[in-house]
């Protein structure tokens, strides 16, 4: 069965710094892989999809992911942090391509320090 | 712009009412919806898949006659949270499928409502 793990809870950086946000899957098939931003007491908005084309994804607000077969890794990230960063991530795979069932990871809240 | 829409963002109710919470598709047409659940810090649970015009299917250990799904209308679907009990006080998403995202897995999420049950 898929599944996506989230290394880290909580990850805090500084403003301006790298922002690195780990996801690894387990996946039997190909999969596709999400990433969702969650401001607080808000839905979810997509950051950026992995759809099998190239695996350097880009996404909104300067965010960008790589696939990376071999180490079952999508992790998200941004060069510069902006206080605006500030948010809770999830990391999803679709389960089941064509049912569009999407099982997340455990979130990992992102606070950026001035 | 919104695609998704949620009503109400926020109720509180008292132990052993009902509560139901709308999940609107506002631009186009969905035969397919989701209801995840969300507990404080933690991540989103699939409950159940609303499917248009039948049965919602049910994720194991969701209780379908305590959480009643009916999907009438292509954008629209209805959770309804019965005989509420503090147990059940969690931030409810919806999240729907659209027709050029059907091969991908995207969806679209609504607002959330969040259910305090005192």
């Known amino acids: 069965a898929q599944s996506v793990t989230q290394l880290g809870s909580h990850v805090s950086v500084s403003e301006g710094a790298l922002v690195l946000l780990r996801c690894n899957y387990s996946s039997s098939v190909p999969p596709y892989l999400f990433w969702y931003v969650q401001y607080p007491n808000q839905g979810l908005q997509l950051l950026l999809k992995y759809t099998s084309a190239a695996t350097l994804v880009k996404g909104i607000n300067g965010f960008e992911a790589e696939f990376k077969k071999s180490e079952t890794s999508f992790h998200l990230t941004k060069p510069s942090a902006h206080m605006s960063d500030a948010a809770e991530y999830f990391c999803?795979?679709?389960?089941?391509?064509?049912?569009?069932?999407?099982?997340f990871g455990q979130g990992t809240r992102l606070t950026i320090n001035p | 712009g919104a695609v998704v829409s949620q009503h109400p963002s926020r109720v509180i109710c008292k132990s052993g009412t009902s509560v139901k919470i709308e999940c609107r598709s506002l631009?186009?047409?969905?035969?397919?919806m989701f209801w995840y659940r969300q507990f404080p810090k933690q991540s989103l649970m699939l409950m159940a898949t609303s499917n248009e015009g039948s049965k919602a299917t049910y994720e194991q250990g969701v209780e379908k006659d305590k959480f009643l799904i009916n999907h009438a209308s292509l954008t629209l679907s209805t959770l309804t949270v019965t005989s509420a009990h503090p147990e059940d006080s969690s931030f409810y998403i919806c999240?729907?499928?659209?027709?050029?995202?059907?091969?991908?897995?995207?969806?679209?999420f609504g607002e959330g409502s969040r259910l305090t049950v005192l």
């Open positions: 999803a795979v679709s389960v089941d391509r064509g049912a569009q069932k999407l099982v």
């Open positions: 631009d186009f047409q969905a035969t397919t």
């Open positions: 999240g729907v499928e659209r027709g050029v995202s059907r091969s991908t897995g995207e969806l679209f």
